[in-house]
T-cell receptor
Framework: KAGVTQTPRYLIKTRGQQVTLSCSPISGHRSVSWYQQTPGQGLQFLFEYFSETQRNKGNFPGRFSGRQFSNSRSEMNVSTLELGDSALYLC???????????FGEGSRLTVL | GEDVEQSLFLSVREGDSSVINCTYT??????LYWYKQEPGAGLQLLTYIFSNMDMKQDQRLTVLLNKKDKHLSLRIADTQTGDSAIYFC???????????FGAGTTVTVRA
């Protein structure tokens, strides 16, 4: 069974740009969660989707948004990028949240 | 809100036992988890414990839960170089759709 796939793995953007990250969950997993990982803050919860509905949202500004498609694939978008958005963005899927999370390898975003 | 705290670093000699400690604040936590992150990789679930249990053993891993003190620990017996990683504890609330993670403990195994 294929694991959680995140694309792209690495990307570099400049301040003010926007970025879209993609996550394909494990087949049969309907819940997708997103986390931001930085050295100083650890893992911070962004949001969680289940059957195309956002069920929970963390304490991030409105520049951070996400969505989930009917095939459970998910995307997150960050608009008007700031230097502080540089981080590893991790996607995790599960059969039933929170349950056991299966993480992808992450998308490492660098904002210059 | 939830708050999970861990010590940031642990150095241990190969073959010794490692003990990683974690405290949490949410008394309604139903499950508590330990995840491992190796360099350049995502997190991998190691083990978990239900909140009404005191202890769970899984091969070299032993999880102890003191619910009264909201203290969780992970013991790794016979620590090997492959155990060098960041270990995260996480709590799941009974009425929320997320895990709250600690900042992670970096374990370094020295020969």
């Amino acid at each position: 069974k294929a694991g959680v796939t995140q694309t792209p793995r690495y990307l570099i953007k400049t301040r003010g740009q926007q970025v879209t990250l993609s996550c394909s969950p494990i087949s049969g997993h309907r819940s997708v969660s997103w986390y931001q990982q930085t050295p100083g803050q650890g893992l911070q919860f962004l949001f969680e989707y289940f059957s195309e509905t956002q069920r929970n949202k963390g304490n991030f500004p409105g520049r951070f948004s996400g969505r989930q498609f009917s095939n459970s694939r998910s995307e997150m978008n960050v608009s008007t990028l700031e230097l502080g958005d540089s981080a590893l963005y991790l996607c995790a899927s599960s059969v039933n949240t929170p349950g056991e999370l299966f993480f992808g390898e992450g998308s490492r975003l660098t904002v210059l | 809100g939830e708050d999970v705290e861990q010590s940031l670093f642990l150095s241990v000699r190969e073959g010794d036992s490692s003990v990683i400690n974690c405290t949490y604040t949410d008394s309604s936590s139903t499950y508590l988890y330990w995840y491992k992150q190796e360099p350049g990789a995502g997190l991998q679930l190691l083990t978990y414990i239900f909140s009404n249990m005191d202890m769970k053993q899984d091969q070299r891993l032993t999880v102890l839960l003191n619910k009264k003190d909201k203290h969780l620990s992970l013991r790794i017996a016979d620590t090997q170089t492959g155990d060098s990683a960041i270990y995260f504890c996480a709590e799941e609330s009974s009425n929320d759709y997320k895990l709250s993670f600690g900042a992670g403990t970096t374990v370094t195994v020295r020969a």
